[in-house]
């Protein structure tokens, strides 16, 4: 299949041209910066798309299976952005209901947007990152909100627990309500299959969801997905790549442009049978080594291990398996995390190997006491408390203070308190367990 996007650079790369035009180096030094062009003739614009982008945005949606799929050189940050405004422009409520363990790019859209969330706070298990999302409890926080314009979902979540979302689906169309998906770590679902249908939200019933494809496919860093699923969404689809602009660059990268555009190829031909291979080797390695580690249950591109009952901090397993030249995704008190995908079978079978050969102590590590988020009390809204003054303090002078912005670590960015909530003696104490001693608050 052609690549539209990378034939025209290939060819103006190889032209002798003088270059007076952006950017600085004139094509000149490093062999990519002959491909780094920006928006001249016949190289399109990302967000003014009529020809080679355009063109390469159609296949990524045919691929998909999306009504439109367009590009972002900003991440699934710009994707959230957008998916947003688009529900809330012309909207007279501010209103989402959102599952708490989103990233916080949620937070600082609601931020910028002056949005009002109702939470709903996931059944937790051992961490602040993950935990269940059911329909009951959708449909409970939609009818405490009154009249929200939409429902924010994160799948796969940072330990790759997948929501089911055919029911909570079910529920926001029931309500009138469109359901977005952040499934930033999930691009590479749309090749991993159960019962007959792609795991990917497109065809679980979500309205607009964003894939940032450098997270899962061979993407470069900053390559994300924008995907409008459904023919009734047609009136935005004039004004999403307006809404784009307001919130990106208005130099894109052509280099992230460009290797999106040879995904394509990979997806097309190549994508099916490797994330295949990929899935057998993960439950292979899963089956392997899960006598002796508690391994999660979640999405087959990451091995999640809860590290305690082995006798391990996450933060320690993962400096033992720096030590077998594996480096991790993520890493907390609890879990180590790592991504399969973009490892081929070699690679994950040698980690199951590492796994295998790490020694086990006799005295096993606790589990922090950890029962969930309990809701904080609010004291002003998002935006408010974003734009106060704030000053930065030890965390334990911090009961009783209001929170000025998201207070996260990232990875992985999810927010154990955000902006306008009250700190709590509690929530001070999980937020030493994730190593987080410092806090900005309202002055």
């Excluded at 390469?56 to 957008?82: D, M, N, Q, R, V």
């Excluded at 860093?221 to 660059?249: C, Q, R, V």
């Excluded at 102590?361 to 809701?375: E, M, T, Y």
Aim: charged share 20%.
């Amino acid at each position: 299949m052609s690549s539209p996007i990378k034939e025209f650079t290939d060819s103006y790369a190889g032209k002798e041209t003088i270059r007076a035009h952006m950017p600085g180096h004139k094509g000149k030094g490093e062999p990519f910066n002959s491909l780094d062009i920006t928006e001249i003739k016949g190289a399109d614009s990302l967000f003014e798309a009529d020809g080679i982008i355009a063109e390469s945005e159609k296949k990524a949606s045919e691929i998909f299976g999306s009504y439109k799929t367009l590009y972002s050189a900003g991440g699934s940050t710009l994707c959230i952005y957008t998916m947003l405004a688009m529900c809330l422009m012309g909207s007279p409520s501010r209103k989402i209901v959102a599952a708490r363990n989103c990233h916080r790019a949620f937070l600082n859209a609601c931020v910028m947007l002056d949005a009002e969330v109702e939470w709903v706070y996931p059944h937790y298990e051992s961490s602040i990152v993950s935990g269940e999302i059911t329909a009951d409890m959708i449909e409970a926080a939609i009818t405490k909100a009154g009249d929200p314009v939409c429902v924010y979902i994160t799948t796969p979540d940072y330990l790759g627990r997948l929501t089911p979302l055919d029911d909570i689906a079910r529920v926001c169309r029931e309500h009138n309500c469109r359901l977005l998906v952040d499934n930033a770590h999930g691009a590479y679902l749309r090749f991993i299959s159960e019962n007959g249908k792609p795991l990917h939200p497109l065809y679980h019933g979500a309205d607009i969801c964003c894939d940032s494809a450098h997270k899962t496919l061979p993407v470069l860093t900053g390559g994300a997905y924008l995907h409008i699923n459904d023919p009734s969404l047609e009136k935005y689809e004039g004004y999403a790549k307006e809404i784009m602009s307001m919130f990106g660059s208005s130099s894109p990268s052509y280099l992230i442009l460009r290797s999106l555009d040879m995904c394509n190829e990979f997806m097309e031909n190549e994508a099916v049978e490797y994330f295949s291979n990929m899935k057998k080797a993960s439950e292979n390695v899963r089956s392997f080594i899960s006598p002796y580690w508690h391994v999660e249950e979640g999405e087959c591109g990451k091995l999640t291990v809860l590290a305690p009952p082995s006798g391990y901090s996450g933060y320690d397993l993962a400096e033992v398996l720096r030590g077998w030249d594996i480096e991790c995704e993520y890493a907390d008190n609890t879990h180590v995390v790592l991504m399969l995908t973009g490892l081929d079978v070699y690679e994950i079978n040698a980690i199951g190997r590492a796994f295998s050969s790490i020694p086990q102590p006799r005295i096993r590590v606790p589990l922090p006491d950890f029962s969930g988020l309990a809701p904080l009390e609010r004291a002003m809204s998002i935006r408010e408390a974003a734009m106060c003054p704030r000053e930065y303090i030890p965390v334990e002078k911090a009961v009783g203070r209001i929170c000025s912005a998201a207070v996260s670590c990232c990875p992985p960015g999810i927010a154990a308190v955000t902006g306008g909530e009250i700190f709590s003696e509690e929530i001070i104490n999980i937020l030493k367990n994730y190593s987080i001693f410092h806090v900005n608050v309202v002055k």
